[in-house]
T-cell receptor
Framework: EPEVTQTPSHQVTQMGQEVILRCVPISNHLYFYWYRQILGQKVEFLVSFYNNEISEKSEIFDDQFSVERPDGSNFTLKIRSTKLEDSAMYFC??????????FGQGTRLTVV | AQSVSQHNHHVILSEAASLELGCNYSYGGTVNLFWYVQYPGQHLQLLLKYFSGDPLVKGIKGFEAEFIKSKFSFNLRKPSVQWSDTAEYFCAVNEAAGNKLTFGGGTRVLVKP
């Protein structure tokens, strides 16, 4: 079965540092997403990406966040200057035509 | 804006009991509906989905869900749960294929052996 892979599985970073979370979506999928889940809270949409540009973003996705698909396979989420409240599980997902979203295993980000 | 609500945050039941998890959404237009499951330490996996057609949808592992348009509901059911069904279950909605998913708050299900 095709799968979305994310690295690293766990990242610890100091407040104010930049982090890059990496995802390899399913190869023939067209839509890519980042979601996050703060411990004990619901899964929240951050951003969607289609045709090499952001198609939608949430209020959470402020100027500290950016996404890139640098080489046609990886899909990255960058947080420029992490805050304590950025600590969460970050999920990447991709969507093919008329199917459903496939999610990666997630990256647990801990900001200290 | 869409919202999705799941009625129960925690459910505890014994093996062989029947399970029903409620999900309601608020959106007046056509929607696609999903149930995802997250087993401990694992990623979100699709249990079942509804795009159109028969409102009673059968998914994996013996789960099914019924879309009742008039009630804006998409409740998940399983007639007889197993210990391995212990997980968190998420209802999700989107407006069209490829659009963002809006998730409910999740329901943690604990099945006691």
């Amino acid at each position: 079965e095709p799968e979305v892979t994310q690295t690293p599985s766990h990242q610890v970073t100091q407040m104010g540092q930049e982090v890059i979370l990496r995802c390899v979506p399913i190869s023939n999928h067209l839509y890519f997403y980042w979601y996050r889940q703060i411990l004990g809270q619901k899964v929240e949409f951050l951003v969607s990406f289609y045709n090499n540009e952001i198609s939608e973003k949430s209020e959470i996705f402020d100027d500290q966040f950016s996404v890139e698909r640098p080489d046609g396979s990886n899909f990255t989420l960058k947080i420029r200057s992490t805050k304590l409240e950025d600590s969460a599980m970050y999920f990447c997902a991709s969507w093919g035509a008329k199917t459903e979203a496939f999610f990666g295993q997630g990256t647990r980000l801990t900001v200290v | 804006a869409q919202s999705v609500s799941q009625h129960n945050h925690h459910v505890i039941l014994s093996e062989a009991a029947s399970l029903e998890l409620g999900c309601n959404y608020s959106y007046g237009g056509t929607v696609n509906l999903f149930w995802y499951v997250q087993y401990p330490g694992q990623h979100l996996q699709l249990l079942l989905k509804y795009f159109s057609g028969d409102p009673l949808v059968k998914g994996i592992k013996g789960f099914e869900a019924e879309f009742i348009k008039s009630k804006f509901s998409f409740n998940l059911r399983k007639p007889s749960v197993q210990w391995s069904d212990t997980a968190e279950y998420f209802c999700a909605v989107n407006e069209a294929a490829g659009n963002k998913l809006t998730f409910g708050g999740g329901t943690r299900v604990l099945v006691k052996p």
